[in-house]
């Protein structure tokens, strides 16, 4: 037998695998994180890419907007924060003209507990934090981009002189990559520009890891573009959360260098897909409920046969995390449908409903996690489990006591790629 550990929530779960049915596991071709992120990140600050340094372009006097990930990443931003602000008091800026803003896009504000979890004690005591409200009556309107998406922004972030976009690089299933542009749309950006965004997630061309002709992708860059975002700091990290490299500079040219990383790191061929894939999302924030953890599940997807089984592995103490993809799954509960309202009228959370329902079209999904069957069962049409093991039993009794196992530990970062010669093979 394989005894596989992966993670769950802050923990870790074992699915034990027999031996002749375990293909192997599909992860990330792991780096070793730097000795000293800090010297890593003054190196990337001291060698901008595309633009000069942090400490030429500020001012004393002027008004600085960072913009960090939210709770649901994973994104080690205390690393980050100290060293941009350094960087800005050679440059006679001082910490009280500093805000740093979670960027929450449409979800929920930043806790004061997780808070201090994702900056960290010393930068609370320098700076001042807000999180993003999507929903505020004094977003600032910034223009269209050529997409006709009408964006509209955070004001504090609108009005600062110098605006700096903080977070890592990581696939992401219709953006392409997550980091960069990012940090503009949808984390400080109005509902309706996040749901104009959006709404082109049905093109072809918005798919995890590619940005060429991505209407997503280019949509964000220009409304970072019109938002006058004058630097990121962007760092991508190893499936420890060790810091790999850091990239720092133009909000185009760094992120694009950063996603070559991303790529060599996270895009994993493998030479034919498996009957079924044992999934983590990758333990906590990833699955801190089911909408972030279907990230995970949409990676899956590429290396899993038609009429296979996903074992998806995600805690989701937060439940389904999302009212809008409950409704959808609640009142339209089939792809073609969902499909017709995302085109009529897209709402952010249906759009988690259009790709879970394409999903179960190709596979059978079993969910080991804590969420309630009211739920998992009833209203997102998955089988469930509450043990790794049974699911496994579950999954043999589908696929066939002969079927072939992959087990994927990061789901949510990790991104199989068939082989040329099995392309066709579902």
Known sequence: MVDAWIPYGKTEVCARIPTRNFLGYIEPKEREGVAD????????LSQPIGTARLREMAKEGYKVAIVVDDATRATPSYMMIIPLLDELNEAGVKDEDVTVIFGCGTHRSVTPEETETLLGKETLERVKTISHDHEAEDLVFLGKTSHGTKVSVNKVFAEANIKILAGDINLHYYAGYGGGRKGVLPAVSSTETIQQNHSMMLDTRATTGNLDGNPIHEDMLEAAKLA??????NIVINSKGELVEAFAGDVEQAFLEGTKLVDEMYKVPIDKRANIVVVSAGGYPHDINFY???????????AVKRRGVIVMVAECPEGHGNEMFNEWMEKYGEVKRVEREIKRHFVLGGHKAYYLLKALQKVTIILVSVMPD??????FKMRTARALNDALRDAFEVAGKNAKVYVMPHGSDTLPEVTTQDQNEE
């Not at 992120?37 to 990337?44: C, N, P």
């Open 228 to 233: 006058n975002v004058n630097f990121i700091l």
């Open 374 to 379: 009211v739920y998992a069962v009833n209203t």
């Open 37 to 44: 992120s800090r010297v890593e990140i003054e190196r990337a």
């Open 292 to 302: 972030q953890a279907s990230k995970g599940l949409h990676n899956a997807l590429e």
